[in-house]
């Protein structure tokens, strides 16, 4: 059973759609993650939701929105999709969020999203 | 600005012939630091977490040390399965939160 998973794997659309990028965590976790690694391997943080609550928002387009229904789920949307935005994206989650202490962090397998 | 640095970029191995990778980091405060493996086409898979300089932690062929700068991972007689991305990272405040900042990793190559 994955503790992480992302949907789809695979993502191939055009410049200027909009598309949605799905995540579960059944590791019953309090804070979720998106992360983007570039063409580069540069893994790089993008958002974090504790709870459902917007924690971690990094300097990335207004194009794309994170939503969390649930503290087991955590959703981006990208609208308006262009060719920078292909990469491959990453969820994870982990336990806690306080600085203080361990925040270990379990990935998905990854979506690869590719804009034509 | 925390940071993350590793090297080499890559690092070719015979079996059986051990090495070191480096992660060099400059963060306000260490709350923590990771290595991650990755294999293509997945994601990060936790290895270790270290917390304090002189700190150690094995797990089969590897083990991490910590110092006030850097980390490195040691690998002893490497098989052709321990090919792989490694990725190290440190635990820094964000907002109102804390997240991993990564290094751009080592891509580990073991031939038979």
């Known amino acids: 059973d994955t503790a992480v998973s992302q949907t789809p794997k695979y993502l191939v659309t055009q410049m200027g759609n909009d598309k949605s990028i799905k995540c579960e965590q059944n590791l019953g976790h309090d804070t979720m993650y998106w992360y983007k690694q570039d063409s580069k391997k540069f893994l790089k943080i993008m958002f974090s939701y504790n709870n459902k609550e917007l924690i971690i928002n990094e300097t990335v387009p207004n194009r794309f929105s994170p939503k969390s229904p649930d503290k087991a789920h955590l959703n981006l949307h990208i609208n308006s999709l262009e060719l920078g935005d292909s990469a491959v994206y990453f969820c994870?989650?982990?336990?806690?969020?306080?600085?203080?202490?361990?925040?270990?962090?379990?990935f998905g397998a990854g979506t690869r999203l590719s804009v034509l | 600005e925390d940071q993350v640095t590793q090297s080499p970029e890559a690092l070719r191995l015979q079996e059986g012939e051990s090495s070191s990778l480096n992660c060099s980091y400059t963060?306000?405060?260490?709350?923590?630091l990771f290595w991650y493996r990755q294999d293509p086409g997945k994601g990060p898979e936790f290895l270790f977490t270290l917390y304090s300089a002189g700190e150690e932690k094995e797990k089969e062929r590897l083990k991490a040390t910590l110092t006030k700068k850097e980390s490195f991972l040691h690998i002893t007689a490497p098989k052709p399965e321990d090919s792989a991305t490694y990725l190290c990272?440190?635990?820094?405040?964000?907002?109102?939160?804390?997240?991993?900042?990564f290094g751009k990793g080592t891509t580990l190559s073991v031939s038979s």
């Open positions: 990272a440190v635990q820094a405040r964000h907002g109102a939160g804390t997240a991993l900042i």
């Open positions: 994870a989650s982990s336990q806690v969020r306080d600085p203080g202490t361990e925040n270990i962090q379990y």
């Open positions: 963060v306000s405060g260490l709350r923590g």
